[in-house]
């Protein structure tokens, strides 16, 4: 089942993914596959001071952060073959004006914006600006060697984020 949004009104920055996995259907919790590095990256890059678990996801908002997803209506193991909801995601950004969107990988920012690459984007989502981050996914560390830095992509985002 997929996940409820966690927004509010006036945050830092929404990070948008493709669909909830399986996993983190199954625990009721965002991003909380075995593999996942989301909670880790979260806080090495220094956008929230502590590492938060999966179950912690609701308090996000108190950090400036929410979460949503481009297919609320079906879980997931992979991206393919998904229909992504964008004029939902539009609405979402107009009516919560988040400083920032933060696509959770390539696929997200692709249904979103063709040719959308790695790293500050040319465009905005409403009045949000855009960034698009490597996944987090376990299943991305050996299918994106494009990406060996996770953790700098992620950081250079949270310095953006800190300047606002």
Not at 121 to 140: C, D, H, M
């Amino acid at each position: 089942m997929p996940l409820p949004d966690v927004l509010a009104p006036g945050l830092r920055v929404v990070f948008c993914g493709t669909a909830v996995g399986e996993r983190s259907a199954v625990r009721g919790h965002y991003y909380a596959g075995p593999g996942n590095i989301f909670w880790r990256l979260l806080h090495e890059s220094g956008l929230t001071p502590r590492l938060l678990s999966p179950e912690e996801d609701a308090t996000l908002p108190d950090y400036g952060i929410g979460l949503t997803d481009l297919n609320k209506t079906l879980t997931q193991s992979h991206d393919k073959g998904l229909a992504y909801d964008v004029p939902a995601l539009r609405a979402k950004v107009e009516r919560h004006r988040p400083a920032w969107v933060a696509f959770h990988g390539l696929t997200a920012a692709r249904a979103v914006r063709r040719g959308q690459h790695l790293g500050l984007a040319t465009w905005e989502l409403g009045s949000a600006r855009v960034f698009v981050l490597p996944s987090a996914s376990g299943a991305n560390r050996s299918a994106d060697n494009t990406t060996p830095d996770r953790l700098g992509w992620w950081s250079e985002f949270a310095d953006m984020v800190k300047e606002n």
